[in-house]
């Protein structure tokens, strides 16, 4: 028989984390797997959950964590997925990064490409490739300067953008729906990764396990629109099947096991 108090505890776990396995959803709540499966179908029932192979999502959006806390939170993850993104960058590429955790912790392998060029609207990024004291070009992108990480953002960030015609354009949304959608929290945000795709000959997505399923606010465009999808190996195949079947044209999963096992240094900033 289902506990549905136990159903609502399951509940409070999973919009705490936005998306959960159930294998980590069982080792919190110390319950079987088995149970804990069972209670994610009831759970699912409600229409603000979707349940997935081995992972649970909650559907509504959702207050985004400090930037601090963003940077430390799945960092292994978007360590590798870093990593992973830089090695399609050659020598003179001229790189768009969006503001955000994950660009911050991408700068660190960006610095080790040659001669590369990177404009970005956060400073956090421009910092970091500095600090490296990288060859690389950089160049910053005015505009109304965002708190909480969110870079410069507004009119004249936009019309810097679209002037540029860069090789690749990065972003990371705060969410991606089931439907393929990118998603931001901030509509500013999301204008800003519109203008990045448009410019752009070429839109690299980055998006750990965390975000995929997970919706926000604003739709900044389709995640068929951009060229690459790159993820962590959290993700379950059938849900890369979806976005596959709804146009995502190039899908490569980054391993976290191995990024688990290599010396990572952690970012102070």
């Given at each position: 028989?289902?506990?549905?108090?136990?159903?609502?505890?399951l509940?409070?776990?999973v919009?705490?984390?936005r998306?959960?396995?159930?294998?980590?959803?069982?080792?919190?709540?110390?319950m079987?797997?088995?149970?804990?499966?069972?209670?994610?179908?009831?759970?699912?029932g409600r229409?603000?959950f979707?349940?997935f192979?081995?992972?649970?999502?909650?559907?509504?959006?959702?207050?985004?964590?400090?930037?601090?806390?963003?940077?430390?939170?799945?960092?292994?993850e978007?360590?590798?997925?870093?990593?992973l993104?830089?090695?399609?960058?050659?020598?003179g590429d001229?790189?768009?990064?969006?503001?955000?955790?994950?660009?911050?912790?991408?700068?660190?392998?960006?610095a080790?490409?040659?001669?590369?060029?990177?404009?970005?609207n956060?400073?956090?990024?421009?910092?970091?490739?500095?600090g490296?004291?990288?060859?690389?070009?950089i160049?910053?992108?005015?505009?109304?300067?965002?708190?909480?990480?969110?870079?410069?953002?507004?009119?004249i960030?936009?019309?810097?953008?679209?002037s540029?015609?860069?090789?690749?354009?990065?972003?990371?949304?705060?969410?991606?729906?089931?439907e393929?959608?990118?998603?931001?929290?901030?509509?500013?945000?999301?204008?800003?990764a519109?203008?990045?795709?448009?410019?752009?000959?070429?839109?690299?997505?980055?998006?750990?396990?965390?975000?995929?399923?997970?919706?926000?606010?604003?739709?900044?465009?389709?995640?068929?629109?951009?060229?690459?999808?790159?993820?962590?190996?959290?993700?379950?195949?059938?849900?890369?099947?979806?976005?596959?079947?709804q146009?995502v044209?190039?899908?490569?999963?980054?391993?976290?096991?191995?990024e688990?096992?290599?010396?990572?240094?952690?970012?102070?900033i």
């Amino acid at each position: 028989m289902i506990n549905d108090l136990m159903v609502d505890v399951l509940a409070n776990l999973v919009k705490r984390h936005r998306r959960i396995s159930l294998t980590a959803a069982a080792d919190i709540l110390g319950m079987d797997f088995e149970e804990l499966t069972s209670l994610a179908k009831v759970l699912s029932g409600r229409e603000e959950f979707e349940l997935f192979d081995n992972s649970i999502c909650f559907l509504m959006p959702r207050d985004q964590d400090a930037y601090r806390v963003r940077l430390r939170s799945h960092y292994i993850e978007k360590y590798a997925i870093g990593r992973l993104a830089t090695s399609f960058f050659k020598t003179g590429d001229h790189v768009v990064v969006e503001s955000g955790s994950t660009m911050t912790i991408l700068a660190q392998h960006l610095a080790q490409v040659q001669q590369i060029k990177v404009s970005t609207n956060s400073y956090a990024v421009a910092s970091m490739m500095i600090g490296a004291e990288t060859a690389a070009d950089i160049h910053v992108i005015g505009g109304n300067l965002y708190t909480d990480g969110q870079g410069a953002l507004g009119p004249i960030a936009l019309d810097t953008v679209e002037s540029l015609e860069a090789d690749w354009g990065i972003i990371c949304p705060v969410g991606l729906s089931t439907e393929g959608d990118l998603m931001y929290y901030v509509e500013e945000e999301a204008k800003f990764a519109r203008a990045v795709m448009a410019s752009c000959k070429r839109t690299m997505v980055l998006c750990n396990s965390s975000k995929i399923g997970v919706p926000s606010r604003f739709v900044a465009n389709s995640c068929a629109q951009a060229d690459m999808l790159i993820v962590d190996s959290g993700v379950e195949p059938s849900i890369l099947d979806k976005l596959i079947a709804q146009g995502v044209k190039e899908v490569h999963v980054a391993d976290v096991e191995a990024e688990a096992s290599s010396e990572i240094v952690l970012l102070d900033i």
